[in-house]
């Protein structure tokens, strides 16, 4: 005889919001106030009525233009206000980048994100960008820049060259951010997301936990990413890596569950979302990167460098799917 799956006792008493209405920071907080098993179940059931479970989207970072950056953003080794020790580099060449393109998708990378540390670039930089960007793409990969805020018209530049996604994260909550960052604005960030999905481009933007901001702070970022309508394709949550000599440097880490608690709350925020687990990734455990794929990341920056600091390797990568049985796309 069958017996049937039995159904969970404690069921997860918040309804999501009807369909377009906008995630309350409220709502947000209440599911990360749920018990822990509750809210991994709610998140384990909103990925697999989307996705297949197993597949982890892959992509690799490259730095095409390093340090030097105008900007104050105090988690940033790239900002030219603090001593961080980093070695700067000029805009590469489209020959650099397509060989780092190259061997990101002989090992499998789906696609390719180019990071500058600009405040926004200039016009001059849009030509080089834009050929960097037409080359990768001819190579079948799908391909993502970050340069910061985007002018009138550059979006648009950068979708005739073929771009595909656009990454520019808020960060924390609209509240906080002034506490992060004074030489831009929440509203600028939101101008450039507003912007580039005028432009016809996929928008990537999430943000960074561990920054010294409240549970409140963490659903506020996640409210706001979930009530862009329509929500950014790609949500990567970063888990701050202290760089010595910034502001930051001395903060201390989130607690795990926490941490796996935000990556919940923005797959159920943002069911048809890709969920990536981003930074911070090579200072958790096994373990810990396995709970936050249960919590709902379907994505990964795949290969040994993120922009300035390092990223496990693709062996110890391989050998964890393998231990999951999870696939990369
Ligand atoms: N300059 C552009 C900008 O600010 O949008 C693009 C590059 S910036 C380095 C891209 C993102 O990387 C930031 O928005 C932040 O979310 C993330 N990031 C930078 N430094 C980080 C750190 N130390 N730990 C975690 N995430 C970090
Ligand atoms: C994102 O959210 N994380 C990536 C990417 N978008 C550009 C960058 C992470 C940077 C981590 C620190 C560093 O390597 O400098
Ligand atoms: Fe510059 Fe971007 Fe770093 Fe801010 S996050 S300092 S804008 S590179």
Known sequence: MNHPIPVPQSAPPIAPPAAKAAWSVDAVLALFELPFADLMFRAQ??????FDPNAIQRSTLLSIKTGNCSEDCSYCSQSKRYQTGLETQRLLSTEEVLAAARAAKEQGSGRFCMGAAWRGPKEKDMAAVAEMV?????LGLETCVTLGILKDGQA?????AGLDYYNHNLDTAPEFYGDIVTTHTYQ????TLKSVRAAGLKVCSGGIVGMGETRRHRAGLIAKLASLDPPPESVPINNLVPIPGTPLAERTAVDIFEFVRTIAAARISMPGSYVRLSA????MSEAEQALCFLAGANSIFYGDQLLTTTNPGLERDQALFAKLSLHGV
Do not use: F, M
């Open 134 to 138: 037409k080359a990768v793409k001819a």
């Open 280 to 283: 911070g990734r090579e200072q």
């Open 188 to 191: 600028d960030r939101l101008d």
């Open 156 to 160: 648009e530049q950068l979708k005739a």
């Open 45 to 50: 059931q909103t990925l697999r009525e989307n």
